[in-house]
């Protein structure tokens, strides 16, 4: 079998699934007495956006006797390769397999996502049924927002966990050591989860349904109780927030230090289940914030800060907040951005905070376009406030806005879309020339919503709406883009399902779904077949459900009353407004108890703890004039697998948290200014690259080369550090020609090529005096000569190939030389260990590596 490197090599994006990221915890397993992986049932890039898992991983790796692990969905590409090799899918750290935890804990954030929890349990060698386990398998477990109803996963999950996970979390532990010392059967063990507040075990529940889908009799066992209600945080703990959050190679879908400010949301907005199963709001302390914002920008080296909350603009002391984070951190090119803004939320005072160091996206929310409709879903915004605020963001330099509406939405009608259309295009007139993006989601009604109730139109509906908006939002400088209206059905379809649900999933796991929230991936006749053999269909779960109908979610109790639920629907059909309780009487919604559970607020600065005084940062001796520097370093191990850009944000961060301050470019989006030389493929090793950096750190260099070893992640080394002119030419104009070294025993050993075949290739090259390919650019197909490109190539006395190439316009790298030369095709070239051994300077003599390339 090929070396995990070599597997890694040959995929798409292969820091998807590289270990040791900075900050990642590896533990000893002496003392280990409980092991847990954290699950995300997507791709890495969107797991590890989700600020949830960087919570319970950081409370898990608190305790010493827990070790807990990350894993995620691999892309199609390396499922592909780790079935072939009969590789189970195990963790980020260490790649132990699934089956070996005690514990494999599922965040589920998206329906759509419920394939890939199959299909990770499977490559992990779990049994898919709950039933099927035994003492010995892990115990299988979920959380998140899809578990306000888990009833389509019923058959597979052992506990689930409603509400808030941080304390609960824990307890699910401790029961599960306590279960293991006293060595009895997995029933009892089950039994004791059920005992805890907030776990639900499907397993102790009888249900059954009628066709319609209605629930005809629910049946809790003996011991289980018959509503389960979610756990909730009433006050949000410092400590439970990680200052040293793991820091991906890759980039990620929000890469960035994410930063909870609030839990919960009063607005009440009837299509939104979050605001509905969060409350009641929990605000974090600004001084709280500042100290977690300087720890972990220390920790980490980001450059952008991203304040969270269901609606960031409605925290307390916003502004306060802002223009302390920016006074303590925008000299150190720290953004700030805030992902949820509500249009009242944007002040004038705040866009100058956001906007004084680079300026980050506003999406602007109206939902509707009609105020008619905006007062059914409980959303008044008023509309000449919104164009108050783009006419303010674009007028201070912002060039993209960007809008989101819903369709289908409960009595929408064509007056409904037109006024989408309207406000669209009055929000693009107040910035002329600048541009506009619209964002159409299709509405799907949630559990534990006022809007639980109502239908969900069809896909053929969604379409048809569609299509009335795009042929009349055809502008210029206005991109719109929407959903797929056979993925809003089966989002619609599984978070209003049941267990008859169970074997739809089975049946559309074995036909290959998998990644269902891909375009690319997602096949609507797949599941419409899998739904047709288990004799079920869509309407099944879109239809309108009868106040008096039982729910298959009813049996779970989010905090807020079902009587405030209904009542809010009824004040939806009469277009009556629900005041936010933040500012107006409480609404009785059942979310607060008036003792322990409750809004938590701070109006004013004064009423949090004192801020903490800003510290002294090392290297803050700075010079007038920046200085520039050549570092020669090393890419090698998993830092051959980085891509360029993946390679220069790792460098990028480095500095960062090593605190050496670099110069930056000028104007409305200022970068630092380094380069690097020539981009090396993914895969390829070296001892000897180059890049330039202009610093205004006053440092000496073997302070700069010591201070960034010993930050910089494995696989990363500078190895010479020295001061330059400032008008020496880039490395991307200077460097000339590069040479490698490909492993003649790889290319034995995995492809049976012997080094005297090899030879007659290379000869069978050499010989033409023309060499014609064609390569695929941004501007299409381009033929070109390569034969050129090759300056050398040979056997050496151990069988290697060594390849000198050229660099540049008409250059060509090692991966693609060696697939023209050999005749095999890049993704397999892309499997031998290739090195670079050297390089040259224009009109210079050749450098070559002056160690033993060829051990890296």
Not at 328 to 349: D, N, Q, T
Not at 468 to 495: H, P, T, Y
Not at 580 to 593: L, M, P, Q, S, V
Not at 754 to 774: A, G, M, Q, S, Y
Request: charged content about 25%; glycine content about 8%; proline content about 6%.
């Amino acid at each position: 079998m090929m070396e995990w490197n070599q597997i890694l090599a040959s995929v798409q994006r292969p820091a998807r699934y590289l270990s040791h990221e900075i900050n990642a915890v590896h533990k000893n397993k002496s003392g280990i007495r409980l092991r847990f992986a954290l699950a995300f049932p997507d791709t890495y890039e969107i797991g590890m956006s989700h600020l949830g898992i960087q919570i319970l991983y950081h409370i898990l790796n608190r305790r010493e006797d827990v070790s807990c692990e990350r894993v995620f969905a691999p892309w199609v590409d390396m499922e592909s390769v780790m079935r072939h090799h009969g590789i189970p899918l195990g963790s980020q750290e260490t790649r132990t397999p699934l089956l070996d935890f005690d514990i494999v804990g599922f965040s589920l954030q998206y329906e759509l996502s419920y394939t890939n929890v199959l299909n990770m349990l499977e490559m992990g060698g779990i049994p898919l049924l709950a039933a099927h386990r035994e003492n010995g398998h892990p115990l299988v477990i979920a959380g998140g927002p899809c578990c306000s109803n888990p009833e389509p996963l019923a058959d597979f999950l052992d506990a689930v966990v409603i509400g808030d996970g941080e304390d609960v979390v824990l307890e699910l532990v401790d029961n599960v050591l306590a279960w293991k010392e006293g060595g009895s059967d997995r029933s009892s063990l089950l039994k004791r989860l059920a005992a805890i507040p907030g776990v639900y075990v499907p397993s102790l529940y009888n249900v059954e349904n009628d066709h319609a889908g209605g629930v005809i009799k629910w049946s809790p066992a003996p011991g289980a109780p018959q509503k389960v209600y979610r756990r909730l945080v009433p006050r949000l703990k410092v400590e439970d927030y990680s200052v040293a959050p793991v820091v991906p190679f890759m980039q990620v879908v929000h890469d960035r230090l994410s930063l909870e400010i609030a839990r919960g949301c009063t607005r009440g907005c009837r299509f939104c289940q979050a605001g509905m199963i969060n409350r009641p709001l929990r605000e974090i302390a600004p001084p709280d914030i500042l100290e977690i914002a300087r720890l972990a920008l220390d920790r980490t080296g980001y450059d952008e800060i991203a304040l969270l909350s269901l609606s960031a603009g409605d925290y307390s002391c916003l502004e306060g907040l802002m223009t302390d984070l920016m006074d303590r951190f925008a000299r150190e090119r720290v953004a700030i951005s805030m992902p949820s803004l509500r249009v009242k939320g944007l002040s004038s005072s705040l866009m100058q905070q956001i906007k004084r160091v680079r300026k980050t996206g506003f999406t602007l929310a109206p939902e509707a376009g009609h105020p008619r409709l905006r007062r059914i879903i409980n959303k008044p915004v008023v509309e000449d406030d919104l164009i108050a605020t783009a006419r303010n963001a674009y007028g201070l330099g912002w060039n993209l806005l960007k809008l989101y509406f819903m369709i289908g939405l409960p009595t929408e009608t064509e007056e409904d879309l037109e006024a989408i259309i309207q406000l669209s295009r009055r929000v693009q007139n107040c910035g002329k020339g600048k541009r506009l993006n619209v964002s159409i989601s299709n509405f799907v009604p949630k559990p534990h919503t006022p809007f639980q109730w109502v239908s969900q139109i069809s896909a053929d509906e969604i379409r048809r709406r569609q299509k009335f908006l795009m042929d009349r939002l055809k502008r210029r400088n206005l991109q719109v883009k929407w959903q797929d209206a056979d993925v809003s059905v089966l989002e619609g379809v599984f978070s209003r399902g049941d267990r008859r649900l169970g074997p739809v999933l089975i049946r559309a796991h074995q036909l290959g779904c998998r990644f269902d929230g891909w375009s690319d991936q997602f096949r609507a006749d797949l599941w419409e077949r899998a739904l047709k053999e288990e004799g079920l269909s869509p309407e099944i779960y879109l239809r309108a459900r009868g106040l008096d109908e039982v729910l298959p979610w009813d049996f779970i109790h989010c905090g807020v009353q079902v009587d405030y639920l209904q009542a809010e629907l009824q004040k939806a059909h009469r277009e009556v407004v629900t005041p936010d309780c933040r500012w107006d009487r409480c609404g009785k919604c059942g979310a607060c108890d008036g003792q322990v559970n409750g809004n938590v607020t701070f109006e004013h600065l004064s009423q949090a703890r004192p801020r903490p005084t800003a510290t002294v940062r090392r290297g803050d001796l700075l010079v007038s004039t920046p200085r520039r520097y050549r570092c020669r370093y090393e890419r090698v191990g998993q830092g051959a697998l980085l891509g360029h850009l993946e390679l220069i944000q790792a460098f990028i961060r480095a500095f960062r948290r090593a605190h050496i301050r670099m110069e930056y470019s000028r104007g409305f989006h200022p970068h630092p200014k380094i380069s690097f030389g020539p981009a090396l493929p993914i895969g390829v090793s070296s001892r000897m690259e180059l890049f330039d950096v202009y610093l205004v750190s006053l440092l000496d260099t073997q302070s700069l080369q010591q201070r960034l070893n010993a930050v910089l992640p494995r696989g990363l080394r500078i190895r010479e550090l020295i001061e330059i002119p400032l008008n020496v030419d880039p490395l991307s104009v200077m460097i000339a020609k590069n040479r490698f070294r490909v492993d003649g025993a790889s290319l034995r050993t995995i492809y049976g090529l012997r080094p005297e075949e090899i030879e007659r290739k290379i000869e069978t090259f050499l010989e033409k005096e023309r060499f014609l390919v064609t390569r695929w650019g941004k501007k299409g197909p381009r033929t070109m000569d390569i034969r050129p490109a090759i300056e050398e190539i040979r056997v050496d006395e151990v069988g290697d190939v060594e390849m000198l190439l050229r660099c540049g316009e008409g250059g060509l790298g090692p991966v693609e030389a060696a697939s023209f030369v050999l005749e095999f095709a890049e993704q397999d070239v892309r499997r031998l260990p290739i090195v670079k051994i050297g390089f040259a300077f224009r009109g210079a003599e050749e450098e070559r590596c002056p160690t033993n390339c060829s051990s890296i």
